[in-house]
């Protein structure tokens, strides 16, 4: 038969305040991370009059955004998607935005992606090969 030693008040006081800190670190962490956007941009097709670029989405940062909208802003570049927004985009879920660049040959297009959430951001990606 064994015998267990009675646990001392000191150490289990330490072990709660370790605990609470611990948590209370955590929960700061967590609150610290604010809705925000991944972004990657994938020539998906070259041809000699046009190139389409996929432009894909993911919502990061534990909340969902409200709108997420894409717009062209330089080059000669149109969305071909079915629609230039979504609504809402849930955390950790992905979509994904078509373009269209007419003329290959000329200076990049670049595309503005708009963030409407608790934390609106706005992002210019150029339509860019990563290579």
């Known amino acids: 038969m064994t015998t267990s030693r009675p646990i001392r008040p000191g150490r289990l006081g330490l072990a709660a305040i370790l605990g ?3 948590g209370g670190a955590l929960w700061t962490r967590a609150a610290e991370i604010e809705p925000h956007l991944d ?13 389409v670029w996929t432009v894909t989405i993911q919502a990061r940062g534990g909340e969902p955004i409200d709108e997420v909208r894409i717009e062209p802003v330089a080059g000669p570049v149109s969305i071909v998607s079915k629609q230039p927004y979504i609504r809402p985009l849930p955390a950790g879920w992905s979509t994904y935005f078509r373009v269209q660049v007419e003329a290959p040959g000329t200076p990049q297009g670049v595309v503005r992606i708009i963030q ?13 090969d990563a290579f």
């Open 39 to 51: 972004l990657k941009v994938i020539r998906t097709q070259h041809s000699e009059n046009y190139d």
């Open 116 to 128: 409407t959430a608790r934390v609106s951001r706005t992002y210019e990606v150029p339509l860019v």
């Open 20 to 22: 609470a800190a611990a």
